[in-house]
Antibody, heavy 123, light 106 residues
């Protein structure tokens, strides 16, 4: 069955860096777009980045562009998010998700989600 | 594209018919999805392309609408349905979610 497992979250100081990972199983990662979505405590959902399946086109939300970098290793069926210059407002649960039902552009809608990894940015 | 859901909170009883509305700031065509999230859990996809039910989702859930105005309807609310619901547009390179609607027990 499809599984997505995030790892690498933790406590980091403002201005610091962190890399979180997502291990996929039960499907061929290279066939799907992959997305990072975050949810601040008690708040809603925000798509922060995605990477396309074939040409590795990447997209970033304005809130993270220039600070975060998404990448994927199809051979390892893994997705990564490298986060630099972290701020308190980046504190959130970070979910990786598989994109599906795409209209030919964009990442589609996430049909499978991981359990999330908590990133806390605090001094 | 901004997505606005209403109401923000909805109080209902088991067996009630419940409708949640989602409005887009511009047309998203048919590229609209609905998710259910329970506390401490990841969201779950219920409906995609406005009205297509994801595999395994009970038929009491249905979606409708087009362009900018959409609805999620639960025909007969069950105890397992008390949760927060989000709409999401994926018609652009910048997908966005609504702010969520919490369905609570009356």
């Amino acid at each position: 069955q499809v599984q997505l497992v995030e790892s690498g979250g933790g406590l980091v100081k403002p201005g610091g860096s962190l890399r979180i990972s997502c291990a996929a199983s039960g499907f061929t990662g290279s066939d799907y777009h992959m997305t990072w979505i975050r949810q601040a405590p008690g708040k809603g959902l925000e798509v922060i980045s995605y990477i396309s399946s074939i040409d590795h086109y990447t997209h970033y939300a304005d809130s993270v562009r220039g600070r975060f970098t998404i990448s994927r290793d199809n051979g390892k069926n893994s997705l990564y998010l490298h986060m630099d210059s972290l701020r308190a407002e980046d504190t959130a649960i970070y979910y990786c998700a598989r994109g599906n039902h795409a209209p030919g552009y964009g990442a589609g809608c996430p049909d499978y989600w991981g359990q999330g990894t908590l990133v806390t940015v605090s001094a | 594209i901004q997505m606005t859901q209403s109401p923000s909170t909805l109080s209902a009883s088991v067996g009630d018919r419940v409708t949640i509305t989602c409005r887009a700031s511009q047309s998203v065509s048919d590229w609209l999805a609905w998710y259910q999230q329970k506390p401490g859990k990841a969201p779950k996809l219920l409906i995609y392309e406005v009205s297509r039910l994801e595999s395994g989702v009970p038929s009491r859930f249905s979606g409708g609408g087009s362009e900018t105005d959409f609805t999620l309807t639960i025909s007969s609310l069950q105890p397992d349905d008390f949760a927060t619901y989000y709409c999401q547009q994926y018609n652009s390179y910048s997908p966005t979610f609504g702010q969520g609607t919490k369905v609570e027990i009356k």
